[in-house]
């Protein structure tokens, strides 16, 4: 019902906050490079998801807090 709707639409919200921000990103010149440590974000990471902002090894380290 209506708890489903507002998932739905907070989930687009934060998918049009990510694109957003990884247009930043290429706009600025850094778009590839992890946010946290600056290094490169593997390639199939990118095509997989093109706006993650954070390298494997930064995302997992992350999950683990």
Do not use: F
């Not at 209506?2 to 998932?7: D, F, K, V």
């Not at 990103?25 to 992890?34: A, F, L, N, P, V």
């Not at 290094?39 to 807090?65: T, W």
């Amino acid at each position: 019902g209506q708890a489903m709707s507002r998932e739905r639409k907070r989930r687009r919200q934060l998918e049009l906050q990510q694109i957003a921000a990884a247009l930043h990103r290429i706009d600025g010149g850094d778009y590839g490079e992890g946010n946290s440590c600056g290094e490169a974000i593997a390639l199939p990471r990118l095509e997989h998801d093109p706006s993650v902002p954070l390298c494997i090894a930064c995302a997992s380290a992350r999950e683990c807090i």
